[in-house]
């Protein structure tokens, strides 16, 4: 059974950080790309940041480019978002993916093979 399971949200204020991980079980890790999305209600999904199975490559959406860095350990099947500068308009629940497909440096929301549960991040100002 895989399992992709979100940890590190919270609540912080304006400026501050927080770290994101995704750790996944009944998977290779490698074998996979791995990705970051987030939604808050009424909205659809959105894709924040990808990086490919190797992590050679790594792929932001504009609106957190410079401030967010997503890496993977492969060895320890984990994936990590690290948010720096955190906006209001950053609260969102984010969720974890893995997926075989990477199209353009971002992976499609029809490509998902396997989400994680989501995690909340809230960024009070």
């Known amino acids: 059974q895989v399992q992709l399971v979100e940890s590190g949200g919270g609540l912080v204020q304006v400026g501050g950080s927080l770290r994101l991980s995704c750790a996944a079980s009944g998977l290779t890790f490698s074998n996979y790309h791995m990705g970051w999305f987030r939604q808050v209600p009424g909205k659809e999904r959105e894709f924040v940041s990808a990086i490919n199975w190797s992590g050679t490559t790594t792929t932001y959406a504009d609106s957190v480019k410079g401030r967010f860095t997503i890496s993977s350990d492969n060895a320890k099947n984990t994936g990590y978002l690290q948010m720096n500068t955190l906006k209001p308009g950053d609260t969102a629940v984010y969720y974890c993916?893995?997926?075989?497909?990477?199209?353009?440096?971002?992976?499609?929301?029809?490509?998902?093979?396997?989400w994680g549960q989501g995690t909340q991040v809230t960024v009070s100002s």
């Open positions: 993916a893995a997926s075989r497909i990477l199209a353009g440096g971002t992976i499609p929301l029809h490509g998902i093979d396997y």
